[in-house]
């Protein structure tokens, strides 16, 4: 099933084109929860919460084996950047796979393989031969690994589910993982310290059983059928023309890209904040980390009910959001910066997958897989690079400001680019008030263009 090109498939459409009229059956899509009304997204979203929470399980395991190893923090930080080192090298090489291939059995290779690292490193830990170079190699192999994963995940939900119910899978995809983000740190926590953190890693190994069984049990027949790229050169560069080439898919782009690289820098913040301005100890560390998760669950609830993306939900929303960081970074009183951890994280996230939706609905199914490619790399590929920048800042100039720089440099980012939107889709920027509520909005101008109905 095709969902047509640029606009014409944006959020906002013509009620009256029949080309995205979902199979019979499938029609409603009202509720938080519609989308797990289809039997093949049920059981993707069950495996994903199980593989999920394996998953934070062996990210806080991880960490806590190398600073057991090492002692140093620095070795910490190489093992995350390995992780996403070949995302940022060959992030857009796996967009080219995904549209080649059948996304159903890359999903069940790639799953497996991520299994196979993680009995790997069970493996080696519980035998006592671990070393830090073991676990580097295991970081970057899983960073292979979800170069092909992570576009062919993403653009799958739309095989899945079709385009009507789209926005809603996409944003229960990320309460799926917001709430394994609550349950996995506190599971492996409690396995370290209890048994061991190789058995913790053994957990997250067998964890990938779930979405293995789930992708096997699948119906391919009720999959929404798309055309797949033929094999030939050229695909990366025209994947690549195909987004430059579209505002409706540069710009919010490269909001995530500005809002990825220098406002989600949270374990600087939050560890600066804990330790240097607050004088709190880990397990209160561990309270802020829960507070900003239990926020970004409810920014994914609150998404899946919501009807629509918009651009000027998009643009408000990161406005919002480097906002509401200067506000946490001045916050006088330890509770007050805690409680406001909260909305940021339900903030931030309604960001991330407003602007999710808006992308792959606005992306001929063809190219889905290269753009969410690009997409992934912008968004997850700027932490290398925002990371270091913003923990100079945090030391050097304490965490107020290093926290209150990523809220200014976020907020520009929001304001600029809604401005490039609002040229791009024939409207203006107006701050309207209704009641006692302000809200950011896209007015037309006299002339609007094409794109002025995706805003």
């Given at each position: ?122 493996a080696l830990t519980l035998s006592g ?106 695909q990366l560069r025209e994947g690549l ?18 809002i990825g690289t220098f406002g989600f ?191």
């Open positions: 099933m095709r969902t047509g090109n640029g606009a014409d498939s944006a959020p906002g459409h013509n009620p009256h084109d029949t080309r995205h009229t979902p199979p019979p059956g499938r029609e409603r899509t009202d509720g938080t929860f519609s989308s797990l009304k289809v039997r093949n997204y049920r059981l993707f979203f069950t495996g994903a919460i199980v593989s999920n929470t394996g998953t934070w399980m062996a990210r806080i395991t991880q960490d806590w084996l190398v600073l057991s190893l090492t002692g140093s923090a620095a070795a910490v930080g190489i093992t995350t950047a390995l992780q996403f080192l070949p995302l940022l090298l060959f992030g857009l090489y796996g967009g080219v796979i995904a549209d080649r291939y059948p996304k159903r059995r890359l999903l069940i290779v790639s799953q497996g393989a991520l299994g196979l690292c993680g009995l790997a490193l069970a031969h671990v070393q830090v170079w073991h676990v580097y190699l295991v970081a970057f192999l899983l960073g292979m690994v979800t170069v092909v994963d992570n576009p062919t995940r993403q653009s799958f939900v739309s095989e899945m589910v079709g385009p009507a119910q789209l926005r809603n899978a996409v944003s229960l995809n990320s309460a799926n993982f917001q709430s394994a983000r609550l349950i996995g740190p506190a599971v492996a926590g409690l396995l370290i310290a209890s048994v061991g953190s190789g058995w913790a890693f053994l957990v997250n190994a067998l964890s990938f059983l779930a979405p293995l069984t789930a992708l096997l049990l699948m119906r391919p027949a009720e999959l929404h059928k798309v055309e797949r790229a033929p094999r030939g050169k050229g023309r195909y987004v430059a080439r579209r505002p409706e898919l540069i710009w919010p782009i490269a909001l995530v890209g500005c820098n949270f374990p600087i913040w939050l560890t600066a904040f804990a330790d240097g301005v607050f004088h709190v100890g880990p397990g209160t560390y561990g309270l802020l980390n829960t507070l900003m998760a239990a926020g970004s669950l409810g920014g994914a609830l609150l998404a899946a009910r919501r009807g629509t993306s918009r651009l000027r939900l998009l643009v408000g929303a990161a406005v919002v959001f480097g906002v509401l960081e200067m506000t946490a970074a001045l916050s006088p009183s330890f509770w007050l910066f805690a409680l406001l951890l909260m909305p940021i994280g339900m903030v931030g996230l309604t960001v991330n997958v407003t602007a999710n939706s808006i992308v792959q609905l606005a992306t001929d199914p063809v190219m889905r897989g290269r753009v969410m490619s690009l997409y992934l790399m912008v968004f997850a590929g700027g932490t290398p690079i925002g990371a270091p920048l913003l923990g100079w800042i945090t030391d050097t100039f304490g965490a107020r400001i290093g926290f209150a720089t990523g809220g200014v440099l976020s907020l520009v980012s929001a304001v600029l680019i809604g401005l490039v939107l609002s040229r791009a889709t024939g409207t203006r920027l107006r701050l309207e008030l209704r009641g006692r509520h302000p809200r950011l909005a896209f007015v037309p101008r006299e002339r609007p263009r094409e794109l002025a109905t995706a805003a």
